[in-house]
Every structure is written in structure tokens, then in C-alpha cells.
């Protein structure tokens, strides 16, 4: 018996285990490729923890800098460039091992191995970046990042504003049809975003709303106002009637008890809704790529980058800063998530 | 009078939202269904659902669709539900495993591509930890994969995303779930794998269902990690072919009725999985009921 919930006990925590690895190893090695120079990516086999820094070595040869590096995986330094030019020498610093250094700076520290020695330095690598560069070659990713941001504001305004008052009415009265509209706001939450977006590219250039952010909202509104009805109704029902009707005795009027009783308590629930609609925004690219194809959202910046720059550290440093807001907030709703798929009632 | 009133303030709270769907939802669905069987004259043709029918990547399109839904919705069910079992119990650093479960989740696709490129290129972490570990000699050309491997790859890094999200939904519905009727079970001598398959699955059918239809749903229209990985046409997809005449093919008419014809397939695909749910929902509710 002690045995067999040791073998029990085992099996549990080895499951556990694999699903750890299986979940932060990709993670944390994607994370390290983001900060990765481009002579770390070509490194092979390499170390999995990116360098901090380089240790160099600078030989004065025939009037020329023999300029290596120290491989790790060698054990030795790696001659990677000849050169006794300047510029040359500051590009191939920044471009292949991240390091930025101004050409005053490399004229001072290498002319020291003139005198006939080899000369030992290390550099400090910039971490960062990749991060500048995947902003400064990507021309449009500072204002895609805005754009995102201003989709995704948009998408929580309509949906919030037009949802959370189908939520109200579904939760607080009883109407005729109020089982239908249940069912018509399940299927459109689950109606594909394509069916709605390649239509609605018509009238959006009929509006001149192609490629604006407002265009994108009012599809990604579309599926987010049900889901948002669909969890304010759940909100609403949850709060106490009774504390409303304690208000109207205490005569409040029906504006006031609104907005001083029954909208705070709601608050958090509506936060909620907002950061699906966000998500909704932030991670779409389908949409963006229908209808906004000029004026791009980040997630479809990055989806581009893979195709046009061959240099992954870039891609996955774009990628990072897609994912950051993603994970905040999905981490903030996770509470939700119950209302959002579970209990569907019909 | 003032009941009159109570009366038509729903009405009115929904007027709002109602109207949104009558404007930016069944007018552009239903425009779309005329205008995937109308030709650029206006006049009915169903020219675009030969000509979409016709193309060589349809039936690939739409084959890999189907695997890619039927295969993915498998193997993540039965994962997550061995996860969700397992974590049902209270143990140690139960709190911190689920908030780990939920990084994948939150990871936007265009991320998740870039994520396993950074894995799978030759040079990639794959290949890097393989050696290091001396199981390979050379580098394995993951990205070189063909056919069906590659729709298996997909499948796998779709498994990854999505297995925490499929797993917290029957975490969800197993923890509202009345020990009672586990315990009862035990106690009248069933075994474990007794008490998981006539006690539980009966009981969280519900869940089950809303968790494998809308999996479907959205693994019917996967579509950016087979570009992102393998560009367009490797591994075809419905919404993959939708995205191809949008980005690839300039903005003509000719394409624009093409992506038209394919939402609306998509959209009657989508449907049916609705219909066959909302089904097989209400039989299996009257069912737990009984």
C-alpha cells in the first residue's frame, strides 16, 4: 500500500514536472533569443544563458586590427575581422555583437595593442538592443504600438458602453425574448471575425474608416459587446436587489442608486470586460490584416517582420513586447475566465 | 403608468446593442452570402464557388482544416482533462503551477510563431538542446517538414497555446462539481477510473462540450502560425487561403470575391459546429437532469 501511493506520488509530481519544463523552457529560451547578438544566434551548439559580455582580443598584424572573440564553445578566441578601420570595426561591434561603442572610445582602447602585445578587453553587451533596433528598422512599429493601444481603447469604449447595458437589462428584468437574445449572443460570439470583416471592408471605405483604428473597433466590438453582456448580466445578477431597494427607500432616485450602489459594486467586473477587449484588440491580426493593412496594429507588424527580416533575435524582441501587456492582463482576469466559458446557459 | 414604463426599459437598454448587430453584423453577413453568389454585375452566379472549388489549394485547405481541428481537439481534450484531474486535488504549489499553466495562454499567436521559430530554425534552441544533450549529431531541419508532418507541427505548438485554456475550463467545471457524488461512488466500492467515467464525464458533460466546441470553432480558422512558420501554401487552411488573397494577391475584385466566398464558407462551417453544440447541449442537460 506504502509503496504503491510512493509510485503514485512519483507518477504525480513527474507529471508536474514535464509540464513545467514543457511550458517555461520554450518560454525562457524564446526570451533569451530576444536578447541574443547576431553572432550569439549563429553560435553552435551555444549556452542557453545569453552573454552579458564579450571578452575580446586585439592583435596589432600588418598595420591591421585582428579583432576575435572569445567562443565559449571553442574554448579559444575567434578571429572574426581584419581591419584597421574605424567605422568598420564600430558597426561590426554594434551589428554582430550588440555592443555600442563610439569610434573615439575603440581608437583609445585598441591602439593600446600597438606596442606589440595582444591586447585583452571586455566589452559589456547592450541588452537592449534588439529591442531599438526592432523599433528603429521597423519603421512603423512605434506607431503600430500606438495603434494597438487606440484599437484596443476603442473596443472597450463601444463594447462596454453598448454591452453592459444589454448585460443590465438581461439580468435585471424579465422581457419577452430575453431567451433568444441569450442564444443570438452566443452565436455571435462564436461567428468567425472573417465573415464579419472582408463585408464590412465595403462600407468602410464608403466611410473612408479603411486603415483607421475606429474601423478596426467596431469588428472587434462585435463579438466583445456580447461577451460583455454576457458577463455584466452575471455581475448584476450577483449584486443584492435588496441593497437597491434599501437605497430607493432611502429615497435615491433610479440615477443615483446606479451610479452610487450598483456601478461600484460592479466595477471589477467591468475591468474585466475591458481587458478582454483589449485582448481582443491587442492579439487580432486577422482583422487588421483585412482591413487596416496600411496602417498596421503591432501584432500584424510582427506577423510581417518574420516574412521580410531573416534576423530572429529582431522578430522575438518585437514579440516580447507584444506579449508583455497580453500576460499582465491575462494574469489579472484569470478569475473571469469561469464566467467567460463556463455556465453557458441556455 | 409607471409599470408601462418598467415594461419597455429592457427594450430600451437593448435597443443600443440590437441595433450595433443590425448594422455591423447581419448586415455585412448577410451582404457577404449575396455577394459570394452574385458575379460582379450583381446577377446570380455561383462563379465563385466553381472557381474556389476548382483551385487546387482548396481541397488541401480544407482537408487540413478538418485534421487540424479534428486531431488538435483530440489530444488537447485528453490532456487537459488528465491535467485538470490531477490539479483538481489539493496539494503544495498548486496556485503557482496554475499560474504557470497560464503563460502560454497569454501569448498573442503572432508571438506564438515567433516563439517556436526562435525554436525550431536550424540554429534554434531545438536543435541546441538536442545536441547538447547528444541526442543528435547534426542539426534536424524542423522547418524543411512536408505535408502532413508539418500539420502535426502545427498541431503541437497549437497544443502548447491552448492546452492551460482548455484545461482551466474543466478545472472550472470540476471544481463546481459536488464531491458528494465522487465520494458516494468510492464508497460503494468503484475504482478510480470508475468514478471518472460514469460519475464525473456524465456530470461535466456540459463543460466538456463547451470546451471541445469552441476549441473547434477556433481551430477551424487557424491560420497564422502555418504562414508564420511555413509561409503561405505549405500548409494550406480555409482562413489561411482568406489571408493569402487579402495580403499576397493586390486588392482586386477578383480576390476580394475569392476571400468573400471563403468567409462564407468558413461562416457556414462555424455555423454547423453552433447547431451540432447547441444539439447535443440541450439533449445532454436533460440527460443530467434525469
Known amino acids: 500500500m506504502n509503496q504503491k501511493s510512493l509510485i503514485a506520488k512519483t507518477v504525480f509530481y513527474l507529471f508536474i514536472a514535464t509540464m513545467i519544463i514543457a511550458i517555461l523552457v520554450p518560454f525562457f529560451l524564446f526570451l533569451s533569443t530576444s536578447v541574443y547578438s547576431e553572432y550569439e544566434v549563429y553560435e553552435f551548439p551555444r549556452k542557453f544563458i545569453p552573454r552579458t559580455s564579450f571578452d575580446l582580443k586585439i592583435d596589432w598584424v600588418d598595420d591591421k586590427y585582428d579583432f576575435s572573440v572569445f567562443s565559449r564553445e571553442m574554448d579559444d578566441y575567434e578571429l572574426l575581422i581584419q581591419t584597421d578601420n574605424l567605422d568598420k570595426l564600430r558597426r561590426f561591434l554594434k551589428r554582430n555583437l550588440s555592443v555600442q561603442k563610439t569610434n573615439e572610445e575603440i581608437n583609445r582602447d585598441f591602439s593600446v595593442s600597438k606596442n606589440g602585445e595582444p591586447l585583452y578587453l571586455t566589452y559589456k553587451k547592450d541588452l537592449l538592443y534588439n529591442y531599438k533596433t526592432f523599433f528603429s528598422i521597423t519603421n512603423k512599429a512605434g506607431k503600430a504600438v500606438a495603434n494597438s493601444v487606440i484599437a484596443a481603447g476603442w473596443t472597450i469604449l463601444i463594447s462596454l458602453s453598448f454591452g453592459s447595458l444589454a448585460g443590465y437589462a438581461i439580468a435585471r428584468y424579465k422581457f419577452k425574448g430575453r431567451e433568444q437574445l441569450s442564444l443570438i449572443l452566443l452565436v455571435v460570439r462564436m461567428f468567425p471575425a472573417v465573415a464579419v470583416a472582408i463585408p464590412m471592408l465595403v462600407y468602410l471605405l464608403k466611410m473612408n474608416f479603411d486603415n483607421t483604428m475606429i474601423g478596426l473597433a467596431i469588428v472587434y466590438s462585435v463579438g466583445n459587446i456580447a461577451l460583455t453582456a454576457w458577463i455584466t448580466s452575471s ?10 431597494e434599501a437605497s430607493y427607500v432611502f429615497g435615491a432616485t433610479k440615477l443615483q442608486t446606479f451610479t452610487k450602489i450598483t456601478l461600484p459594486l460592479a466595477v471589477p467586473g467591468l475591468i474585466a470586460c475591458s481587458m478582454y477587449a483589449f485582448l481582443a484588440a491587442w492579439n487580432d491580426s486577422i482583422t487588421a490584416l483585412i482591413l487596416s493593412n496600411n496602417n498596421p496594429t503591432l501584432s500584424l507588424v510582427i506577423y510581417k517582420a518574420i516574412g521580410s527580416s531573416s534576423a530572429i533575435q529582431l522578430s522575438a524582441a518585437g514579440a516580447v513586447i507584444l506579449i508583455m501587456p497580453a500576460l499582465v492582463f491575462t494574469f489579472i482576469i484569470k478569475n473571469y475566465i469561469n464566467q467567460m466559458w463556463g455556465e453557458v446557459k441556455l | ?19 450595433y448587430y443590425l448594422f455591423f453584423w447581419i448586415r455585412p453577413v448577410f451582404n457577404a452570402f449575396i455577394g459570394s453568389m452574385t458575379d460582379f454585375d450583381g446577377s446570380f452566379s455561383l462563379r465563385f464557388f466553381i472557381e474556389v472549388f476548382k483551385e487546387p489549394m482548396f481541397s488541401a485547405a480544407f482537408r487540413n482544416s478538418v485534421l487540424f481541428a479534428l486531431i488538435s481537439v483530440l489530444l488537447q481534450f485528453s490532456i487537459a482533462f488528465m491535467m485538470a484531474l490531477l490539479l483538481n486535488k489539493k496539494f503544495k504549489g498548486v496556485n503557482l503551477l496554475l499560474f504557470i499553466a497560464l503563460i502560454p495562454m497569454a501569448v498573442p499567436p503572432a508571438a506564438v510563431a515567433i516563439l517556436w521559430k526562435t525554436g525550431f530554425s536550424t540554429f534554434g534552441w531545438l536543435n541546441n538542446i538536442l545536441i547538447t544533450l547528444h541526442i543528435i549529431k547534426t542539426p534536424i531541419l524542423w522547418m524543411t517538414a512536408q505535408g502532413f508532418n508539418a500539420l502535426l507541427f502545427l498541431i503541437l505548438i497549437d497544443t502548447w497555446t491552448v492546452l492551460p485554456s482548455v484545461m482551466i475550463i474543466l478545472l472550472a467545471g470540476l471544481q463546481n462539481l459536488n464531491k458528494e457524488y465522487e465520494e458516494a461512488g468510492l464508497i460503494f466500492g468503484a475504482t478510480k477510473w470508475q468514478v471518472t467515467k460514469d460519475i464525473i464525464m456524465p456530470i461535466l458533460k456540459p463543460t ?63 455555423m454547423v459546429s453552433v447547431v451540432l453544440y447547441l444539439q447535443v447541449s440541450k439533449k445532454s442537460k436533460k440527460e443530467v437532469e434525469i
Open chain 1, 235 to 244: 455581475i448584476f445578477s450577483g449584486i443584492n436587489v435588496e441593497l437597491e
Open chain 2, 1 to 19: 403608468m409607471k409599470n408601462k414604463f418598467r415594461k419597455w426599459t429592457p427594450y430600451f437598454l437593448l435597443t443600443p446593442a440590437l441595433l
Open chain 2, 208 to 270: 466538456i462540450i463547451t470546451a471541445v466546441i469552441l476549441r473547434m470553432i477556433a481551430a477551424i480558422q487557424v491560420w497564422m502560425i502555418s504562414v508564420m512558420m511555413f509561409g503561405y501554401g505549405r500548409v494550406p487552411f480555409l482562413v489561411e487561403r482568406i489571408a493569402y488573397y487579402t495580403d499576397v494577391v493586390p486588392m482586386l475584385d477578383e480576390s476580394y470575391k475569392m476571400s468573400l466566398t471563403y468567409s462564407v464558407i468558413v461562416t457556414v462551417i462555424v
